[in-house]
């Protein structure tokens, strides 16, 4: 089956680490996606994950994937204002679509 | 290199009208899929086009139809439009022959159903 499932918000200190957690069910997924959107906008891609990796970093992001347990996080090191999005975990299904999560809230406060 | 543009921006149209919204795909891609976002939610897959052929389908009505054209822009048409067709629909492209097949989003439509 399809699910994938995020926490709704998250609020952060200026500067301190975000972290944003995400389950998802299909087993088979290939790749796992973190994508942000900012208000009014479409989605922009932050990063992704190959299924056999455990984890990928990329400047102030990193990406941990736990398969066993279906679970995905981000952590975005050093957050700015600019960081405060909705951040949505991603899984490729058949290599056709993607699955998304309802999103994760990011308000980031100074 | 242009991103995934798509047209119009906003829309508003009435319940029982038909639309048509737009999207031309980033440079080199092939594919395009179609989402639509309601308020406060994920996005949801409609469908996905490649080869000028509807590829896969998610759980929307026929009311939801599609086309693509030999350079690989894309047309999404809803009929009979209801009140709950209100959303942001994306559009997004991707290369099957990359290995990731990632699919880069376009800033969407904003269609508002009265």
């Known amino acids: 089956g399809e699910d994938v499932e995020q926490s709704l918000f998250l609020s952060v200190r200026e500067g301190d680490s975000s972290v944003i957690n995400c389950t998802y069910t299909?087993?088979?997924?290939?790749?796992l996606y973190w994508y942000k959107q900012e208000p009014g906008a479409g989605l922009q891609l932050l990063t992704y994950?190959?299924?056999?990796?455990d984890m990928k970093q990329d400047q102030r992001l990193t990406v941990l994937l736990n398969k066993k347990d279906k679970h995905l996080s981000l952590r975005i090191a050093d957050t700015q204002t600019g960081d405060s999005a909705i951040y949505f975990c991603a899984e490729s299904i058949n290599d056709y679509k993607l699955s998304f999560g309802a999103g994760t809230t990011v308000t980031v406060r100074a | 290199d242009a991103g995934v543009t798509q047209s119009p921006t906003h829309l508003i149209k009435t319940r029982g009208q038909q639309v048509t919204l737009r999207c031309s795909p980033k440079s080199g891609h092939d594919t395009v899929s179609w989402y639509q976002q309601a308020l406060g939610q994920g996005p949801q897959f409609i469908f996905q086009?490649?080869?000028?052929?509807?590829?896969q389908r998610g759980n929307f009505p026929d009311r939801f139809s599609g086309h693509q054209f030999p350079n690989y822009s894309s047309e999404l048409n809803v009929n009979a439009l209801l009140l709950g067709d209100s959303a942001l629909y994306l559009c997004?492209?991707?290369?099957?022959?990359?290995?990731?097949?990632?699919?880069?989003f376009g800033p969407g439509t904003r269609l508002t159903v009265l």
């Open positions: 086009y490649y080869e000028e052929e509807e590829r």
């Open positions: 994950i190959f299924s056999n990796m």
């Open positions: 997004a492209s991707s290369a099957p022959g990359l290995s990731t097949d990632t699919q880069y």
């Open positions: 299909d087993s088979s997924s290939t790749y």
